[in-house]
């Protein structure tokens, strides 16, 4: 028991340092971009670390898997450098030891893998998604400010106010061209405000007392209209973006479905769970061949194995995602790969043993 905790202890804190800057090194990079759109006024503000939150939980169950396999093997590596394994094997059963160990630290980390990959994750993957269409909602207000020319709408209307109030709902002297194929429309007017519509989520500017010009591009045919009030659609919420990505798709919802698409995405969402038992157990057969000449030489070849089965799953699962594999087959046979090479690298040692003790024969009397 004392020997389990302390290499429990020994792969927890390499896990912990993995998972922070494997954490580190992708949130940063979101992070600076979501930065310059707001700075260029193209994503609210208030919406950057909330966003920011919500991917980090959506990466999280990509990142579990290796983190945990890298984890065992430094962990690994440092008690075989500093001779603990060999202090181990003295008292006898190290091997049964440390392999009993691992496991039990693999299946009580794969119940958080399958919590996080089951639930977080797809529920932060939903918030992402509203988060985006709420931020591509507000971009086109969320930049107009007075004295500038603000683009909205992709580019197809262009608007200009001269003065604005404290919480930006209202504006005064605005101008407004908008574009609707060859036709435009030039608006003006001494004021203006923002009106929600609650019940559809659309946003308008309501204009008061100007005029409005309509006319073709290539025409200098006008027609002039004076309007006490003219709404001008500016943001449309659009429901149909609502579970857009596999990966925002509720786990009751991928069970309960005979598409392709969903059963590839409950599969792969099922293969971070096992990659979080097989992993570790391919770790620890590594750990049993003597990398002392290249100190990092292990490790090499964990993440050398790793990338080939990482993509070996996303060609399974883009396989049956296309509906040309059955599901029975689906990623089960990439999982069944990595099980029997690991299978085979615990069985390696011993038969090479036999081999040298067959090809040394009975010793003469």
Known sequence: MILRRYIHREIVEKLGWIIGL????????RFVRYLADAAAGTFPTDLVFQTLLMKMLTTLPKLMPIAVFLAVILGLSRLARDKELTALSVSGGAHRVELVSVLQFAFMFSLIVFATSFYISPWAAQNTEELRAR??????????????FTEMSKGEQVIYIEQSSGDGNRMDNVF???????????????????RRVDSSGDKFILFEDGRRYTGASDSLDYRITRYKTYAVLVEQDDEAREFVKLESVPTSTLLGSDSPKHEAELQWRLSFVISSLLLPALAVALSRYSFSEQKY?????????????SNMLGVAKTLLKR?????????????????????????FPKFRLRMKQFSAGPVAG
């Open 22 to 29: 494997l954490l580190l090194i992708i949130t940063s990079n």
């Open 135 to 148: 931020a591509e909602q507000e971009a086109d207000t969320a930049g107009i400010g007075a004295g500038k």
């Open 176 to 194: 407004l061209q908008a574009k609707q194929g060859r036709q435009t429309s030039v608006i003006n007017s001494s004021s203006a405000r923002y």
């Open 297 to 309: 030489l292990s490790a090499f070849v964990a993440v050398l194995i790793y990338v080939i089965y």
């Open 323 to 347: 509906d040309e594999i059955p599901g029975y087959i689906g990623l089960w046979w990439v999982h069944l790969a990595l099980l029997v090479l690991i299978f085979l690298m615990f069985q």
